[in-house]
């Protein structure tokens, strides 16, 4: 069982940066695969970045290629989502998530899943 705990998401203004932290527990985080996923009110939980176990491979959503920057500590147990040029259509809950295999969009795939870390930006 891996417990996932984000951390880092706030208020912030258009254009500003934040960086969201995921802390695992309880199982060997240099074997999963890492994701973040979000969800904004209304709307359906989509799929943001992706990173694979030992971090050589990642893919991003089309709507933050360029912004958003997924990178993982395996010594920290930590995956990160460093968030750029924030902009009000990226306010939403921040889930990431845990597989044990190869990264992906697809949100059925992953076993593991945290609470949520809300992210607000106004415009």
């Known amino acids: 069982q891996v417990l996932l705990v984000e951390s880092g998401g706030g208020l912030v203004q258009a254009g500003d940066s934040l960086r969201l932290s995921c802390a695992a527990s309880?199982?060997?985080?240099?074997?999963?695969?890492m994701a973040w996923f979000r969800q904004a009110p209304g709307k359906d939980r989509e799929f943001v970045a992706a990173?694979?176990?030992?971090?050589?491979?990642?893919y991003y959503a089309d709507s933050v290629k360029g912004r958003f920057t997924i990178s993982r500590d395996n010594a920290k147990n930590t995956v990160y989502l460093q968030m750029n040029n924030l902009k009000p259509e990226d306010t939403a809950v921040y889930y990431c998530?845990?597989?044990?295999?190869?990264?992906?969009?697809?949100?059925?795939?992953?076993?593991?899943w945290g609470q949520g870390t809300q992210v607000t930006v106004s415009s």
């Open positions: 990173i694979s176990w030992n971090g050589s491979g990642t």
């Open positions: 309880g199982g060997t985080f240099s074997r999963y695969a």
């Open positions: 998530a845990a597989r044990a295999g190869a990264l992906s969009n697809r949100a059925p795939l992953y076993t593991y």
